[in-house]
């Protein structure tokens, strides 16, 4: 009987907390446009933000664990920003180093690091890196962990300029 109760109660406790993930996650699929994603999310019911997502597609070194890297791109219309890079690794990059962003071998940028994340330094380089990123193929970001070991992910841009038309259409 006890055995039958715990399941029920795992049950009930498994529904709420669906249906609290539910009506707190108001994220929009926009589309998927090759390797980009676009979202709309809508928080508190006011502020809309539009954000475009992506994995990569390999790490280096392979030997190291690597988390559950990914790169946006996100418009805040509400606090006039639009083109944010984000680039989040899910261990602490080194303090006070430099992120790298290569495209295609030609153009590369430089983000700065606070724990887990780089961005760009201004509202002016998330553009170029934007607009750079519309005319590439691939890109590489290139950082030092804590642990001060240097590492790699390559990022495919296919898809890209798509996503990015849908995100900058629904926050215009």
């Not at 996100?74 to 606090?79: F, I, L």
């Not at 989040?88 to 606070?114: C, H, P, Q, W």
Request: aromatic content about 10%; glycine content about 6%.
């Amino acid at each position: 009987m006890k055995f039958f109760l715990n399941i029920v109660i795992c049950l009930v406790v498994g529904i709420f907390l669906i249906i609290d993930t539910a009506i707190a996650d108001n994220r929009q699929l926009l589309g998927t446009y090759r390797d980009w994603d676009a979202f709309m999310l809508k928080k508190n019911n006011d502020e809309i933000i539009c954000y475009m997502i992506s994995i990569p597609k390999s790490s280096l070194p392979k030997a190291l664990q690597h988390g559950n890297p990914f790169l946006t791109v996100s418009h805040k219309p509400a606090r006039k920003i639009s083109n944010e890079v984000n680039f989040v690794v899910g261990y602490n990059f080194k303090k006070d180093s430099r992120v790298t962003m290569k495209i295609d071998k030609n153009k590369a940028f430089s983000l700065f690091t606070e724990g887990d994340g780089a961005w760009g330094d201004d509202s002016k380089s998330d553009n170029e890196m934007a607009q750079s990123m519309k005319r590439g193929s691939n890109l590489v970001m290139s950082g030092l962990s804590g642990r001060s070991n240097e590492t790699s992910y390559i990022f495919s841009l296919s898809g890209f300029t798509a996503a990015h038309n849908a995100i900058t259409k629904a926050c215009r």
